[in-house]
């Protein structure tokens, strides 16, 4: 079945570095999503990327999808201590059954 | 709106004991979702539905039921609980709207119910 991998599973950073996660779809995407937890919170959707190639922005976020439509990124320039949380990705398949797989998450950790 | 509530916000079964989680979303969305949660796991889906009367199984089903009569509520049932199911079990509801001849959705979270199984 779709599997979607999310790497690294943490990183700790110091406050005004970057920070980059990584989705990687074991098979193609219709569409990709990225989603934030705060830490004891819910999902909250961010963005969602549906074309080949796609950059979106979000102020510091910027968020990729692969040419191949099977892999996605998630860039935060100059983090803040308010970027702490986990990021999350989820992919869609072909199909529309609004069935989403979530990877693993990476959670990130900001010194102040 | 309410958007998606979840009840209740945390519950500790004993093994063999069964429950209901109850979800309901107020938006009138058609697909309805419910995840589980655990450390280094991300969200693994259990079951789902598409609309009223229809249900399907992700990726762990093993050991749940899903029924979704109305549009609104989607209960989760533990048929008879296990200290593996000990976990942050999070709702969710989207729709479909179609966007520039792609099918997009969203996914909106309820506060998710905190269950330990002893």
């Known amino acids: 079945g779709q599997q979607v991998m999310q790497i690294p599973q943490y990183q700790h950073v110091q406050e005004g570095e970057d920070f980059t996660t990584y989705c990687n779809s074991s098979?193609?995407?219709?569409?990709i999503q990225w989603y934030k937890q705060r830490p004891g919170g819910h999902p909250v959707f961010l963005i969602q990327?549906?074309?080949?190639?796609e950059v979106k922005k979000q102020k510091r976020l910027t968020f990729q999808f692969g040419e191949a439509k099977k892999n996605s990124s998630l860039h935060i320039t100059a983090t803040q201590t308010t970027d702490v949380g986990t990021y999350f990705c989820?992919?869609?398949?072909?199909?529309?059954?609004?069935?989403?797989?979530f990877g693993q998450g990476t959670t990130l950790q900001v010194k102040p | 709106n309410a958007g998606v509530t979840q009840t209740p916000k945390f519950q500790v079964l004993k093994t063999g004991q069964s429950m209901t989680l109850q979800c309901a979303q107020d938006?009138?969305?058609?697909?309805m979702s419910w995840y589980r949660q655990d450390p280094g796991m991300g969200l693994r889906l259990i079951h789902y539905?598409?609309?009223?009367?229809?249900?399907d199984q992700g990726e762990v089903p093993n050991g749940y039921n899903v029924s979704r009569s109305t549009t609104e509520d989607f209960p989760l049932r533990l048929l008879s609980a296990a200290p593996s199911q000990t976990s942050v079990y999070f709702c969710?509801?989207?729709?479909?709207?179609?966007?520039?001849?792609?099918?997009?959705?969203?996914?909106?979270f309820g506060p998710g119910t905190r269950l330990t199984v002893l």
């Open positions: 969710a509801s989207s729709y479909s709207p179609r966007t520039g001849g792609a099918w997009t959705d969203t996914q909106y």
């Open positions: 098979t193609t995407l219709s569409n």
């Open positions: 990327l549906v074309k080949s190639g």
């Open positions: 989820a992919g869609k398949g072909s199909s529309n059954t609004g069935k989403l797989i």
């Open positions: 938006m009138n969305h058609e697909y």
């Open positions: 539905s598409v609309g009223a009367g229809i249900t």
